[in-house]
T-cell receptor
Framework: AQSVAQPEDQVNVAEGNPLTVKCTYSVSGNPYLFWYVQYPNRGLQFLLKYITGDNLVKGSYGFEAEFNKSQTSFHLKKPSALVSDSALYFCAVRARNDSGTYKYIFGTGTRLKVLA | GAVVSQHPSRVICKSGTSVKIECRSLDFQATTMFWYRQFPKKSLMLMATSNEGSKATYEQGVEKDKFLINHASLTLSTLTVTSAHPEDSSFYIC???????????FGSGTRLTVV
């Protein structure tokens, strides 16, 4: 079955420290992977994507993610966390429907809390 | 950049009534839009894929007669929650894009409360 797992419900990190939000996936074929961020009562904002090419992908607001095929992971990282990074983060993978069309499958989300 | 507008942002309705939520792509044409429901424990569930000019494709377990989706034009999809009940209270989010491979844009969401 095609799926995305975010094993951590919440991640706490001190401001200025590096942060990692974990994501693993299971999908048939080459994975197309995405990270989104959600602020309270708002829709999701696109952060970055991996389609092909370099395993380290750089995105918005200083975030980056590393694609690891052998570990089927796509962890989100940032070298120095800001309090304003506190939000809900979703990992997503493109999956194929039985009809041959595509859709996103989202992880359950990880709440990031950056402490001042 | 691609902008998706969702309206209303909040709605309170009485049990038994119907509520319509609109999703518009403002600066691009979207042949496909997606409707999600977000539950209190934050997981995002795909409800249906809205296709312009044809019937929506519903995910397993989603009642198509309960959640009516219409994609009348390349820039507008609507989700109508019919005969709403308190358990339909949730955060509904739409998304649209020009190419699925390149990250879809999400609307700002609609908080539905059924009393």
């Amino acid at each position: 079955a095609q799926s995305v797992a975010q094993p951590e419900d919440q991640v706490n990190v001190a401001e200025g420290n590096p942060l990692t939000v974990k994501c693993t996936y299971s999908v048939s074929g080459n994975p197309y992977l995405f990270w989104y961020v959600q602020y309270p009562n708002r829709g999701l904002q696109f952060l970055l994507k991996y389609i092909t090419g370099d395993n380290l992908v750089k995105g918005s607001y200083g975030f980056e993610a590393e694609f690891n095929k052998s570990q089927t992971s796509f962890h989100l990282k940032k070298p120095s966390a800001l309090v304003s990074d506190s939000a809900l983060y979703f990992c997503a993978v493109r999956a194929r429907n039985d009809s041959g069309t595509y859709k996103y499958i989202f992880g359950t989300g990880t709440r990031l809390k950056v402490l001042a | 950049g691609a902008v998706v507008s969702q309206h209303p942002s909040r709605v309170i309705c009485k049990s038994g009534t119907s509520v319509k939520i609109e999703c518009r792509s403002l600066d691009f044409q979207a042949t496909t839009m997606f409707w999600y429901r977000q539950f209190p424990k934050k997981s995002l569930m795909l409800m249906a894929t809205s296709n312009e000019g044809s019937k929506a494709t519903y995910e397993q377990g989603v009642e198509k007669d309960k959640f009516l989706i219409n994609h009348a034009s390349l820039t507008l999809s609507t989700l109508t929650v019919t005969s709403a009940h308190p358990e339909d209270s949730s955060f509904y989010i739409c998304s649209a894009g020009q190419r699925l491979n390149y990250g879809y844009t999400f609307g700002s969401g609609t908080r539905l409360t059924v009393v």
